[in-house]
């Protein structure tokens, strides 16, 4: 039987040796006299030194300034932090500065069309276009431009334009509900938003014209509007005195490369705004910087995927997730991103493993909910394509189970780097992740980030080994948000991060970091089971739960009542032709009991027909808890924030009629 930390896949000496990791770790002995035994000595000297790792991560990387920064960090507080101060430069520059000639920058597929190329030289030419007609539009720095786009190479190029003239970028996918844009959007009050019609998914088209129509009569500051025909190539219907079509922009007139130039903005002017998931209450606005980004994704791209020029990534995501900022971002390291707009499953379910072998993508970026899928659906993806090209999995969205590595080392590739990482929107990045140049353990993720000082703290703020807090961030990173947008005081950004720790950050993570600096991040803190003083991560739980073959899904909450009293019902989502009977019942309640302890037994067990997802992949247990506590379900979840709004309706029907338990006992 599989037990966490057993050893999965240790790196040959040939890939270690080629390693980006290595080769930069070589070039700190020669250009900087620095010797490293180990990772963990590199780290520790990354955090030890901030202005040192900063500056050699400029200088290996080459990263452009038509200014020259006074130092690298000149105020080390969080937040507050101001680094390179001075410096001036551009991050759509510094994605450009790949082009050339006869070379592939972009590949992109969709369920309507097959797979395609865009080069270098056409996404060139395209975003300086574009840029100028924004330009004439009167688009200036600091302006907001949004896009209620697909992951398509047009969104990449909207995403390049608007930045290289230094107006700040944002995006929703097309299958986000009209009041999840709204609730996104009119805190910005954009002056320019590009749409599409709609979008087609697992086979069937979605016209999303009337949300469009209604997004744009309540976005009041929109001075122009430019939309895509996407589900349908030939309509020109427009509903907005001042919108323009695409191919208009782009093709009349054709815009002289004399007209053009990069934007050169301080290092910390805003680049884009992501939004956090908005389930449990407005979203907030998280605004990043040009310099954070652009050093941020350097490193992580390369020390920590380790990519070569031309190398093929991809990453499932939409483009209302931060990881399609991080798939886009790949052009920076002149690595081709693969954009696919669809279903994951269709028409087959190992379509995504199929393109691997079309594209000759090096690096799979997925979530352990898509790798469950396919274990339940008894998908072998070897089976079906050669994998040839294939080197790296890489898994993010949610704690990753020792049985979901394994299962990729089983049915994918034997020789395959399993990269498990975790971070999130705040960041636009990792904290923890993968290091081509270590073993793999089963469960465990290799190592803390380079440049992160990652902890895990006690209750009474103290680091702690080997035991589960809360992950917290001690110096400060350059890619952390310059702001939230519109937030006076910096007061909802002190709330969401400083509240419990002055001057460090804590992320809402539980956390366990072991001996030997492998990381497990354990779900969200502030989705705690205490039960008699000791608090469970629901991981555990779930992690036990997907062993059992009966299972499909589950959710667990834990209830604070009156008078120190608790209940902790349990929530299944049943594989087809199985009910929640004794026998199943009986042997949930031994499993959790033999495998972790009789605290993690829930007091009670419902069958559901779906689990709750917010739109990014992950589980809701913060809103689920709170409607069952008797908070207004609107207050409670933003249903337009929900991958599968109906999930919550057995949730509210619950608790209306509950004698489970009872808030006044």
Same mark, same amino acid.
């Given at each position: 039987?599989?037990? #966490? ?13 080629? %390693? ?50 006074? /130092? ?19 991050? %759509? ?42 330009? =004439? ?17 047009? &969104? ?76 349908? /190539? ?42 956090? !998931? ?52 790949? *052009? ?65 969205? !949610? ?25 999130? &929107? ?26 992160? %000082? ?80 000791? =608090? ?17 899904? !589950? ?5 604070? *009542? ?13 594989? #087809? ?19 972790? !302890? ?66 006044? %006992?």
């Amino acid at each position: 039987m599989l037990n #966490e930390g057993d050893l999965l896949w240790t790196p040959s000496q040939e890939r270690v040796a080629k %390693a980006k990791l290595t080769a930069f770790t070589r070039w700190l002995g020669a250009e900087r006299g620095k010797s490293f035994a180990t990772y963990q000595d590199l780290w520790q000297w990354s955090v030890d030194d901030l202005e040192g790792f900063w500056q050699a991560i400029w200088d290996y990387f080459k990263v452009q300034s038509s200014a020259p920064h006074e /130092r690298v960090l000149a105020d080390a507080r969080m937040p507050g932090a101001r680094w390179f101060p001075g410096a001036r430069l551009n991050y %759509a520059q510094h994605a450009l500065r790949h082009e050339r000639p006869n070379a592939t920058a972009l590949l992109y597929l969709n369920e309507r069309t097959t797979l395609a190329s865009m080069s270098w030289e056409e996404l060139g030419a395209k975003v300086r276009i574009l840029a100028t007609q924004l330009r =004439r539009l009167n688009v200036k720095p600091g302006d907001r431009v949004v896009a209620y786009m697909p992951n398509i190479p047009e &969104t990449v190029i909207a995403m390049l334009a608007t930045t290289s003239i230094g107006a700040i970028w944002t995006s929703c996918g097309p299958d986000f509900g009209t009041r999840g844009v709204l609730d996104r959007f009119t805190q910005l009050a954009p002056k320019v938003m590009f749409y599409v019609d709609g979008y087609q998914y697992g086979g069937k088209p979605f016209n999303r014209k009337e949300e469009v129509h209604k997004i744009i009569d309540q976005l009041g500051s929109l001075e122009r509007v430019i939309y895509l025909p996407y589900l349908n /190539r030939d309509d020109k219907q427009t509903f907005h005195e001042h919108t323009v079509l695409w191919d208009d922009l782009l093709n009349n007139p054709k815009v002289p490369a004399s007209e053009f130039h990069f934007e050169q903005v301080p290092f910390d002017h805003p680049l884009w705004i992501l939004f956090s !998931s908005g389930t449990t209450g407005l979203p907030k606005p998280i605004c990043h910087g040009h310099g954070g980004i652009i050093l941020e994704q350097l490193k992580h791209m390369q020390l920590n995927y380790d990519v070569n020029d031309g190398d093929r990534l991809f990453f499932f995501t939409t483009t209302g997730w931060m990881m399609w900022n991080f798939l886009v971002s790949s *052009l920076l390291s002149d690595v081709v991103p693969v954009l696919y707009d669809g279903n994951p499953a269709w028409p087959t379910p190992d379509v995504l493993w199929k393109m691997v072998d079309d594209t000759g993508t090096k690096v799979f970026g997925t979530s352990p909910t898509y790798i469950s899928g396919l274990e339940k659906g008894a998908i072998v993806p070897k089976n079906g394509a050669g994998l040839a090209s294939l080197e790296t999995v890489a898994l993010a969205g !949610s704690p990753v189970t020792p049985e979901c590595m394994e299962w990729i080392y089983n049915n994918v590739k034997k020789d395959l780097w399993v990269a498990s990482g975790s971070g999130g &929107t705040d960041i636009c990045t990792g904290f923890v992740m993968g290091a081509p140049t270590m073993p793999v353990y089963a469960g465990e993720i290799q190592s803390r980030a380079l440049g992160c %000082a990652i902890y895990a703290f006690n209750e009474r703020g103290a680091k702690i080994v080997g035991q589960v807090g809360e992950l917290v961030v001690t110096k400060p990173m350059p890619s952390m948000p310059v702001c939230f947008w519109n937030d006076v005081d910096n007061k909802r950004y002190l709330d969401a991060y400083f509240g419990d720790y002055p001057g460090i950050w804590r992320h809402g993570d539980f956390f366990k970091l072991n001996e030997r600096g492998g990381c497990f991040v354990l779900g969200r803190s502030d989705a705690t089971l205490n039960r008699h003083g000791i =608090r469970i991560g629901t991981a555990e739980i779930y992690r036990s739960l997907a062993t059992l073959p009966e299972i499909d899904d !589950s959710l667990i909450v834990n209830l604070d *009542l009156p008078h120190g009293k608790f209940f902790m019902p349990l929530f299944v989502k049943l594989k #087809e032709g199985f009910k929640l009977d004794e026998p199943i019942t009986e042997k949930i309640r031994a499993t959790l009991r033999r495998e972790y !302890s009789p605290r993690h037994v829930p007091d009670k067990m419902y069958q559901v027909d779906a689990i709750p997802f917010t739109l990014t992949g992950k589980k809701m247990e913060v809103p689920v808890r709170k409607i069952l506590m008797g908070l207004a379900p609107e207050k409670a979840a933003n249903r337009d924030a929900v991958a599968n709004p109906h999930a919550l309706d057995y949730f509210i029907a619950y608790t209306k009629n509950q004698t489970d338990y009872s808030l006044t %006992a």
